[in-house]
């Protein structure tokens, strides 16, 4: 029963680690957001 070739199974499985990846990382973005600094102008 396999479906597939070895090489679309590589595919798949690369597509799908990116895939959580991406989540993981939109995720952990969400849940720490960058600090914000006050960035103060150059007076000359």
């Not at 396999?2 to 499985?13: A, G, I, S």
């Not at 990116?18 to 150059?42: E, S």
């Amino acid at each position: 029963m396999n479906f597939l070739t070895k090489q679309e199974q590589m595919f798949l499985l690369v597509v799908l680690g990116l895939l959580l990846t991406g989540l993981a990382v939109k995720t952990y973005r969400a849940a720490h957001p960058p600090a914000v600094v006050a960035v103060q102008p150059v007076k000359p």
